[in-house]
């Protein structure tokens, strides 16, 4: 069974950049598509990134993380990276990684076919 685990969140200042990772066991991740979730206390979850399996092409971006934040993947390492550069206050969340079967498309609206959730890291952007 796949089993995911977020890992590099932390307080962080206003301009700075965290880099989040999620490692995979149980199962081998090159045939899902990875994506990353982040909820703000009182907020709906909203997804941030999604990159698809290994034989896919396209990755997405949330409108308000494109241009600051960039997905990888390194099978090798069963781990998928969100890399967040010019992080603002707005950013603060829990970042959650979670697999899916297939690509990413319409990926925030397919979130009940997710098949592993991580436990979530915390990020805090302070001003």
């Known amino acids: 069974q796949l089993q995911l685990v977020e890992s590099g969140g932390g307080l962080v200042q206003f301009g700075g950049s965290l880099r989040l990772s999620c490692a995979a066991s149980g199962a081998a991740l090159d045939v899902f598509a990875i994506a990353w979730f982040r909820q703000a206390p009182g907020k709906e979850r909203e997804g941030v990134s999604c990159?698809?399996?290994?034989?896919?092409?396209?990755?997405k971006y949330s409108d308000n993380v494109k241009g600051r934040f960039t997905i990888s993947r390194d099978d090798a390492k069963n781990t998928v990276y969100l890399q967040m550069n010019t992080l603002e206050p707005d950013d603060t969340a829990t970042y959650y990684c979670?697999?899916?079967?297939?690509?990413?498309?319409?990926?925030?609206?397919?979130?009940?076919?997710?098949?592993?959730w991580g436990q979530g890291t915390q990020v805090t952007v302070s001003s």
């Open positions: 979670a697999a899916l079967r297939g690509s990413c498309s319409a990926y925030v609206a397919r979130q009940d076919y997710f098949v592993s």
């Open positions: 990159i698809p399996g290994a034989d896919g092409i396209t990755t």
